[in-house]
Nanobody
Framework: QVQLVESGGGLVQAGGSLRLSCAAS????????MGWYRQAPGKQRELVTT???????NYVDSVKGRFTISRDNAKNTVYLQMNSLKPEDTAVYYC?????????WGHGTQVTVSS
């Protein structure tokens, strides 16, 4: 059973930084794409960023230049460095991992940005 465990969320002032981590709990031969979604109160879950096994990345326009996704394939871990945070970045952040033909989700970590 694969579990994704997120960490690093919290409360930060606008303009500050946070780094999220997400590690797969089981030994996995290969994780294909990994990514981060977020869901703000009263809004739909949205895709924030993805990274392929080879390191190719994509970002939603609202975080380009501020967020950076990276991964350590040896540790089956994905990271999200968030800089210049804004109150509108406040949300629960979920990591995802594509393993074989299945997508796995973490339970989410809260990020709150105060103005």
């Amino acid at each position: 059973q694969v579990q994704l465990v997120e960490s690093g969320g919290g409360l930060v002032q606008a303009g500050g930084s946070l780094r999220l981590s997400c590690a797969a709990s089981a030994t996995i031969f290969r994780i294909n794409a990994m990514g981060w979604y977020r869901q703000a109160p009263g809004k739909q879950r949205e895709l924030v960023t993805t990274i392929t096994y080879g390191g190719s990345t994509n970002y939603v326009d609202s975080v380009k230049g501020r967020f950076t996704i990276s991964r350590d394939n040896a540790k089956n871990t994905v990271y999200l460095q968030m800089n210049s945070l804004k109150p509108e970045d406040t949300a629960v952040y979920y990591c995802t991992a594509e393993i074989g033909s299945r997508n796995y989700w973490g339970h989410g970590t809260q990020v709150t940005v105060s103005s």
